[in-house]
T-cell receptor, first 112, second 112 residues
């Protein structure tokens, strides 16, 4: 069974601070994805990283895929209240079903 | 463009009653379809997935079942609900490969 552990579980910071969320596994994945979920809604895909060592930037969000394709991190610069939500990493392997294995989640709250 | 519809948004059902949640996808053919359940503020647990009409794979033994009567329709059912079936249910679709999932807006099920 593939497991993805995220840390921290909860994070409460003030607007303007930086933060990093980690996603770790003992398994190798073909791709690693990050989602953000608002209360009462489904998760929304933020990014997919495929290559070991890959770094992708989405405005103030920086995503990195570990060299061994077992872990990933999400760094947010100058957090804003609109960044508040549940962040989920998910690993995917190739195959007919291409199932996603989700991480345990990190709840982020950004206050003024 | 592709869209996914999931209903109802909320549902309160008594213990022992039946359940039927429906999910439909538009704008794509032969999608992979998934049912997930999410505990409060945490990661997602895969319940069922389907790679084609009539093809259902179960990930977790439980009181639920799934069916795919049409290419873009996925139904989650139960004959008799248990209290432990309460949760947030999410339908999702993807294409084969390593790309992301698109989720529906979810159904909050409360069994009383």
């Amino acid at each position: 069974t593939q497991l993805l552990e995220q840390s921290p579980q909860f994070l409460s910071i003030q607007e303007g601070e930086n933060l990093t969320v980690y996603c770790n596994s003992s398994s190798v994945f073909s791709s690693l994805q990050w989602y953000r979920q608002e209360p009462g809604e489904g998760p929304v895909l933020l990014v997919t990283v495929v290559t070991g060592g890959e770094v992708k930037k989405l405005k103030r969000l920086t995503f990195q895929f570990g060299d061994a394709r077992k872990d990933s991190s999400l760094h947010i610069t100058a957090a804003q209240p609109g960044d508040t939500g549940l962040y989920l990493c998910a690993g995917r392997n190739t195959g007919t079903a291409s199932k996603l294995t989700f991480g345990t989640g990190t709840r982020l709250q950004v206050t003024l | 463009s592709q869209t996914i519809h999931q209903w109802p948004a909320t549902l309160v059902q008594p213990v022992g009653s039946p359940l039927s949640l429906e999910c439909t996808v538009e704008g794509t053919s032969n999608p992979n379809l998934y049912w997930y359940r999410q505990a409060a503020g945490r990661g997602l647990q895969l319940l069922f997935y389907s790679v084609g009409i009539g093809q259902i794979s179960s990930e977790v033994p439980q009181n639920l079942s799934a069916s795919r009567p049409q290419d873009r329709q996925f139904i989650l059912s139960s004959k008799k609900l248990l209290l432990s079936d309460s949760g947030f249910y999410l339908c999702a679709w993807s294409s084969t490969g390593i790309g992301g999932y698109t989720f529906g807006s979810g159904t909050r099920l409360t069994v009383v």
